[in-house]
């Protein structure tokens, strides 16, 4: 692609509308969930951070449904999180479990195209430094992960409710 072409193509889809709606989501979501975390440090809620910005879908078209399943897997991830930390194996052997069990889970729940989403969530609840506070931390953790979902499906559901309206409201111009 020649520099004319990739400037012209950069400079249409820099202005394009669902662009710009995916970007106010994502500062959105992510200052609402700083927020949370600013108001309770001591909850853990900065992963809520992590959670949002893996929920959001970029393209208007189907976002709800992609944000939906992103939520799911973020869910199935974040619980395997907390069956793996409570197993009473090695942190290894718990996290290559913990791996396989959320690849099976996500593929039982036909969630395949949000594995990595439930992986993250995965790693965010079962991983801790040292004896980091045990598993209250990760029940923090697992809150966290709910939280950044909910704030991510609030936004997606609000988002599409403007934009249909306002797409419905041009056609009728």
């Known amino acids: 692609m020649k520099a004319k072409e990739y400037l012209s193509r950069m400079s249409r889809e820099l202005l394009d509308h669902k662009f710009i ?3 106010v989501k994502c500062v959105m979501g992510t200052g609402i969930c700083y927020l949370f975390y600013a108001l309770w440090p001591e ?3 900065h992963w809520s951070i992590i959670s949002v910005l893996l929920v959001l879908a970029p393209d208007r078209q189907d976002s709800l449904t992609l944000s939906v399943m992103r939520m799911k897997a ?3 991830g974040g619980l395997m999180g907390l069956f793996v930390f409570v197993v009473p194996f090695p942190q290894i052997i718990a996290l290559l479990s913990g791996v396989f069990l959320t690849i099976l889970a996500c593929k039982l729940l036909l969630a395949e195209s949000s594995t990595r989403s439930a992986m993250a969530a995965l790693i965010i609840v079962s991983l801790m ?3 980091a506070g045990g598993w209250l931390v990760a ?3 697992m809150l966290s992960v709910l939280i950044g979902c909910v704030v991510a499906l609030a936004l ?3 988002f599409d409710a403007v934009d249909k309206k ?3 409201s ?3 111009e």
């Open 21 to 23: 709606l995916y970007m």
């Open 43 to 45: 909850r853990h809620l």
């Open 74 to 76: 973020n869910i199935v």
């Open 129 to 131: 430094e040292g004896d």
């Open 139 to 141: 029940l923090d953790r």
């Open 156 to 158: 997606t559901v609000m």
């Open 166 to 168: 306002s797409t419905t």
């Open 170 to 172: 041009a056609k009728g």
